[in-house]
T-cell receptor, first 115, second 111 residues
């Protein structure tokens, strides 16, 4: 089944404790992206990647890191989480068709709470 | 990317067509209209997209007016599982895939 998986689905952690949220897709998609969703603020892009070893900042990259060493994986790293990073996180992937991204497939989400 | 305006909420009876409008009066020539939906706090789900012509797929139809300033998403036979927040997004080809979700329309399908 074509899908985007994220782990963990739920995480409660403390301020400053490094964590990684994994994202994996099995559709051979070039494009992958991370979003966070907060009440009243909608969906905001954190980082995106157009292909292996090609990543760039989205609208809210501060406090996050990403890497794209393999096509299927795009982990989101929080080196020193803070309470303002408490949010619902989504990973998405898409084919690049003639340099254009059309349909994006989203993962199920990771609900992160930082205390 | 152009701004979109959608009604806050709509109701629909199960089995009837749901017609969700979207206004995007400042859309420019290279911008596509996309529709996504989100059920509860699940991951958003792509529905359909179009540039100028009307589009149809297994989920829905997208009707874009000739001047491209508005569009309508049609779910032909709404079911209870179609209850969700529906987002209309206008995005240029060169926006590196970024999706900016507005408030969307809360569609409630009633038995």
């Amino acid at each position: 089944e074509a899908q985007v998986t994220q782990n963990p689905r739920y995480l409660i952690t403390v301020t400053g404790k490094k964590l990684t949220v994994t994202c994996s897709q099995n559709m051979n998609h070039e494009y992958m992206s991370w979003y966070r969703q907060d009440p009243g603020l909608g969906l905001r892009q954190i980082y995106y990647s157009m292909n292996v070893e090609v990543t760039d900042k989205g609208d809210v990259p501060e406090g996050y890191k990403v890497s794209r060493k393999e096509k299927r994986n795009f982990p989101l790293i929080l080196e020193s989480p803070s309470p303002n990073q408490t949010s619902l996180y989504f990973c998405a992937s898409s084919l690049l068709t003639a340099g254009t991204i059309y349909e994006q497939y989203f993962g199920p989400g990771t609900r992160l709470t930082v205390t | 990317d152009a701004k979109t305006t959608q009604p806050t909420s709509m109701d629909c009876a199960e089995g009837r067509a749901a017609n969700l409008p979207c206004n995007h009066s400042t859309i420019s020539g290279n911008e596509y209209v996309y529709w996504y939906r989100q059920i509860h706090s699940q991951g958003p789900q792509y529905i359909i997209h179009g540039l100028k012509n009307n589009e149809t797929n297994e989920m829905a139809s997208l009707i874009i007016t000739e001047d491209r300033k508005s569009s309508t998403l049609i779910l032909p036979h709404a079911t209870l599982r179609d209850t969700a927040v529906y987002y209309c997004i206008v995005r240029a080809r060169t926006s590196y895939g970024k999706l900016t979700f507005g408030q969307g329309t809360i569609l409630t399908v009633h038995p």
